[in-house]
């Protein structure tokens, strides 16, 4: 397959490894190269397998436009854009497809999964923390919102204290902790690297690539199809 990944940062150009590392052909472009999404026409997406995009919240909207525009495959990894989904979503209703998610990690993913279940509990206090690389903008993380999320659906109304720290490279922690008046119960996944955010988004793109049909799917309904 050949995937055009956007963003030559940290996580972007790791993606690009582990492609290569599948068989895949890839070509990157970084901010400078596709300012304002310039770069992203037909001729740029001709033999395009999937976009994978790790770029900033302001970019990655203006690169699903483009993309999307023409009719194209754009898995998005950068987060903080969510205000922008439904005008996404609505855009693949023309054509394109886009699979996003707030961390393309399959044991996060997994995370999520546990923390539906612990959420089932009665008669606890749920809190989130998590902490991440002074690099990162948004903040809680997208996976934070995501975990808080889950815990507020099966219990409306109820506060999750979430608490993000940024510090040094850390690649990414995230702790939910379920606190009664007998016991604490926590749930941990701890990123000893970016790699698993990269193959992660590298399988997606696989999978987007084999689909057919236009549409918006979130990686946590899709990944245990990967």
């Known amino acids: 397959m050949l995937f055009l990944v956007l963003g030559k940062g940290k996580t972007g150009s790791l993606v690009a490894e ?24 037909a001729p740029t997406l001709a033999g395009v397998d999937a976009v994978i995009d790790f770029t900033n919240a302001d970019a990655a909207v203006l690169n ?3 993309v999307l525009a023409l009719g194209g495959k754009i898995v998005v990894g950068t987060t903080g854009w969510y205000s922008s989904l439904d005008e996404m979503k609505a855009k693949t209703q023309r054509g394109g497809a ?25 008669g606890y206090e749920f809190s989130i923390e998590e902490t991440h690389h002074t690099s990162k903008l948004d903040s809680p993380s997208g996976t934070a919102l995501t ?3 889950i815990l507020q659906a099966a219990h409306p109304g109820a506060e999750v204290a979430v608490n993000a720290h940024r510090v ?7 702790v939910v902790k379920a606190k009664s008046d007998v016991d604490v119960i926590e749930l941990r996944h701890d990123a ?35």
């Open 192 to 226: 000893s690297s970016r790699r698993g955010f990269a193959l992660g988004a590298v399988r997606a793109a696989e999978w987007l690539a084999h689909q057919k049909n236009s549409g918006a799917w979130d990686f946590r309904e899709v990944f245990e199809q990967l």
């Open 168 to 174: 040094g490279d850390a690649n990414g922690e995230h």
């Open 98 to 122: 886009l699979l996003y998610g707030t961390n393309f990690s399959i044991g996060v993913q997994k995370l999520f999964k546990l923390t539906a279940e612990l959420a089932k509990l009665d």
């Open 64 to 66: 699903m436009r483009a």
């Open 147 to 149: 975990l808080k999320e």
């Open 18 to 41: 582990v492609a290569r590392e599948r068989g895949h052909s890839v070509r990157v472009l970084d901010f400078r190269e596709n300012h304002d999404a310039a770069a992203i026409t």
